[in-house]
């Protein structure tokens, strides 16, 4: 069975691919993320994933689109979690679902399964209904216990290790409370 894999960052891939080599499952990784915000946060995370797939020789494919304003659009009155989730995951996968089929592969799957952040049971339910709308094989695994072996593996190879999921409301979410006294101005508080 060949396996085109979703791949949401370096960190979750490297764990991934780490587990599916030593199971001898053929794969390519599959960079699809246009929900990551702001664009120079897109472009970090894509030369990490390009940076692992080099080094460690995994087939890479890449579609580069960044879809701020597309995101945004189809986010309105969804921008609490898990709303916005399911929005994005479903983005994410069908093109994935969509890609995997064009090229002729078997099965698809994500690497978001393998984030502790993420709601994998979402994750799960939507792979699902995207498996059966696009007749193709959806591979449901838990890789969350690949997760730290990927921060090992990232931190060892000086990868960007993201601070947040990726969406600008993620963004916000992760960065509103952080050090609100340095953006009021005035003197420092040493």
Not at 115 to 140: C, H, I, M, P, Y
Not at 154 to 169: K, P, V
């Amino acid at each position: 069975m060949r396996l085109y894999l979703h791949t949401c960052c370096a960190v979750c891939l490297a764990g991934v691919a780490d587990e599916l080599r030593r199971r001898r499952i053929d794969f390519t990784a599959f960079f699809y993320n246009p929900n990551v915000h702001p664009l120079i946060e897109w472009r970090r995370r894509l030369k990490a994933v390009r940076l692992l797939c080099e080094r460690e020789v995994i087939p890479l494919e890449v579609d580069e689109t960044y879809g701020l304003v597309a995101f945004v659009r189809a986010v309105v009155h969804r921008e609490r979690v898990p709303e916005r989730c399911e929005v994005c995951y479903r983005e994410r996968l069908t093109c994935t679902a969509e890609e995997a089929k064009r090229r002729g592969v078997e099965a698809f799957s994500t690497t978001l399964l393998a984030s502790t952040e993420q709601n994998v049971e979402l994750v799960r339910d939507v792979a699902s209904e995207v498996s059966t709308s696009k007749g193709l094989a959806f591979v449901d695994a838990d890789w969350r216990h690949t997760h730290q072996t990927g921060q090992e593996l990232a931190r060892r190879m000086s990868l960007y290790r993201q601070q947040y999921c990726g969406c600008i409301y993620s963004e916000y979410d992760r960065y509103k409370d952080t050090n609100k006294h340095l953006y009021r101005g005035g003197a420092s508080r040493g």
